[in-house]
């Protein structure tokens, strides 16, 4: 028998056992060459495509009977499901969109098993993710989607008011309503049960004839938009590769690896739209842990979760976890729970509150044009020797080093080099410049934005626009944002290092530092402040503490403290500065959408 009869034949058995690769489209699973190549890509058996798609159908193989997903429905059940019932479900999900040719996918949902569902389904059916914020105004919500593309959207019943705008200019576009209950009553449901039976009248393939790895894994796989909060939503390219590489990143910087049987129980009280819920959906995937998903921010609901499901990790911003460690329901808990503390730079005072409860705070930070978070502060045995405890949260709540799947970050100089080059600052923790990035979880750009993209990579480089000085054992720390340094007579004033100091007031909740104009001096920094329950603080009061207190300088003293109710924030916790400067030039006290 010749070769070529030998290979004929070969492909032929083949075939007749996985009758699949014949039909499965380029980078599904069963889609190899008898040659041993991919189709869809000049690789071979050493090679394969990366996309997170992939991370579902593998736990699911591996442990088909582990809980996937925890939820309180909106009508108030708790549901349980199995990663079988959840692979299941996105499959049917993706064989939906590939019948109805959707391409680009809108979400417009919180926290719940239909977005994680979709996420994967989307990615399934090759198609393109479109998370957005659900606490955005209309407008906002129809600009996205009209900048995206969107040619379906998948809404929450509780969001479906924002899309009146949408639908009244778009009444093409199908709305795929999700009712959250734990009866099979929604169309998105409706929509998960026509993908199960169109896969059989395709012959019952199954994840085989999907695109668990994409064709091209430097293709778009989501779009994550910024928030716009002093311009229009941009939005940012995803790509399988990146999603891969950063979810992997999470599973290793985050721990949510666990062995023996364990699984990492992970409590989503960060937004799954936002940077793609950090690529948290597809790592915890990835882990085989357990989704606990969260229609909204609840003190006493989280509480009970930590102490009664035993939560293993969750990420948040510092308000959240101030306002957590505030709750009369909080206490120590009796094992150790793994926080991801990001959004906006922690404190050290923080940290330690957190600690006392068990609650062990790592810092990373990020943007949404690096898939989320790109670094973190990395906790060193030696820290514990310190002479003074204080001095370890300070060294924790630094941004630290670039993630394990990423090159290292830097901080450069604001001005270039002779040739036009870009240059270092020193590592001394004293010379202040921008941090920037490069490497496998840099976005690809902004979608339709080629001069905002040319001027995010300028020089080469990913740039974030936050200031910082580099530490001699190589640890970044941010300074503040390059627009929320208050110049005052001459001198830098960092918000950030005065927000710091003043939040360690017995009394004092939150606090946030903006600059007002001073004749006089240019600048001056102003704060507002939240108290904690049954304070007696005043202005005058807080303003004499400052000037006591000897870690500020005189010229950092705020002459003007308010203390508001609540402060404005953005979907994830982050304080939102450019509002409070909006009520210092007179405008609306509103908190902001």
């Known amino acids: 028998m010749s070769a070529s009869q030998a290979t004929s034949r070969l492909a032929s058995l083949f075939s007749h056992l996985f009758p699949a690769a014949a039909t499965s489209p380029p980078g599904s699973i069963n889609n190899l060459n008898i040659d041993g190549r991919q189709n869809g ?10 996309s997170p798609a992939f991370f579902l159908p593998r736990t699911a193989a591996i442990e088909p009977q582990a809980t996937a997903i925890y939820h309180k429905t909106a009508n108030g059940k708790i549901l349980r499901r199995t990663y079988a019932q959840f692979a299941d479900r996105a499959r049917a999900f993706a064989y939906y969109l590939l019948k109805k040719k959707y391409r680009r996918v809108g979400i417009l949902c919180t926290n719940t098993p239909a977005f994680l569902e979709a996420i994967f389904g989307i990615g399934a059916a090759g198609a393109v993710n479109i998370a957005i914020n659900y606490r955005l105004k209309a407008d906002d919500i129809t600009y996205i ?5 969107a040619d379906s959207i998948i809404v929450d019943a ?4 924002l899309l009146d705008e949408y639908r009244l200019k778009h009444p093409h576009i199908p709305i795929i309503v999700d009712t959250d209950t734990d009866a099979d009553s929604g169309q998105f449901d409706k929509a998960v049960l026509e993908g199960y039976e169109y896969d059989k009248e395709l012959g019952s393939h199954g994840w085989a004839g999907l695109f668990a790895q994409a064709p091209d894994e430097l293709a778009v796989n989501a779009l994550a938009y910024t928030s716009g909060t002093t311009s229009r939503p941009k939005g940012v390219e995803y790509t399988h590769r990146g999603s891969y590489l950063a979810a992997l990143g999470n599973v290793i910087e985050a721990g949510l690896n666990f062995h023996d049987g364990q699984r990492a129980k992970y409590l989503w009280t960060l937004p799954m739209f936002h940077a793609m819920g950090w690529t948290f959906p597809w790592a915890i995937t990835a882990a085989r842990g357990t989704h606990y998903c969260l229609r909204k921010i609840d003190y006493p609901e989280i509480w009970r979760l930590l102490k009664e499901e035993g939560i293993t990790h969750y990420c948040a911003a510092p308000t959240v976890n101030t306002l957590l460690c505030n709750d009369s329901n909080a206490e120590k808990m009796p094992h150790k729970v793994r926080v991801a503390v990001a959004a906006s730079p922690p404190t050290a005072h923080l940290f330690e509150q957190m600690t006392s409860l068990n609650l062990h705070p790592v810092h990373v ?4 044009e690096t898939y989320g978070p790109i670094t973190k502060g990395y906790i060193l045995p030696e820290w514990d020797d310190l002479p003074n405890q204080k001095d370890k949260f300070a060294k924790m709540a630094r941004q630290g080093h670039g993630f394990i799947t990423s090159l290292p970050c830097r901080v450069i100089k604001q001005e270039e080099g002779e040739r036009g080059e870009i240059i270092n600052v020193e590592k001394d923790g004293k ?7 490069d490497g496998n979880i840099c976005s690809r750009g902004y979608y339709k934005d080629e001069k905002a993209t040319r001027k995010l990579f300028l020089g080469g480089v990913c740039h974030s626009g936050d200031l910082a000085v580099w530490h001699p054992d190589g640890a970044i720390q941010i300074l503040d944002r390059a627009k929320d340094i208050i110049i005052s007579g001459g001198e830098n004033i960092s918000s950030v290092a005065l927000e710091s100091i003043l939040v360690t007031h017995p009394e004092v909740l939150e606090c946030a530092i903006v600059a007002v104009k001073d004749e006089k001096w240019g600048e001056r920094p102003k704060g507002y402040i939240t108290v904690k329950s049954n304070s007696k603080l005043d202005n005058d009061t807080m303003i004499q503490w400052c000037k006591d207190n000897r870690a500020i300088s005189r010229f950092m003293v705020p002459r003007e403290l308010e203390i508001i ?3 404005p924030k953005t979907s ?3 304080v939102r500065k450019n509002v409070l400067r909006d009520w210092e030039k007179g405008g609306k006290r509103e908190l902001g959408p």
């Open 41 to 50: 890509t000049n690789g071979w058996f050493n090679f394969h495509t990366l």
């Open 145 to 149: 989607f009209e900048h995206s593309d």
């Open 158 to 161: 509780e969001y479906e008011h």
């Open 365 to 368: 930070y990020g943007l949404t």
């Open 431 to 437: 010379e202040i410049g921008e941090i920037c990035f």
């Open 565 to 567: 109710e609540e402060l």
């Open 572 to 574: 994830t916790g982050k």
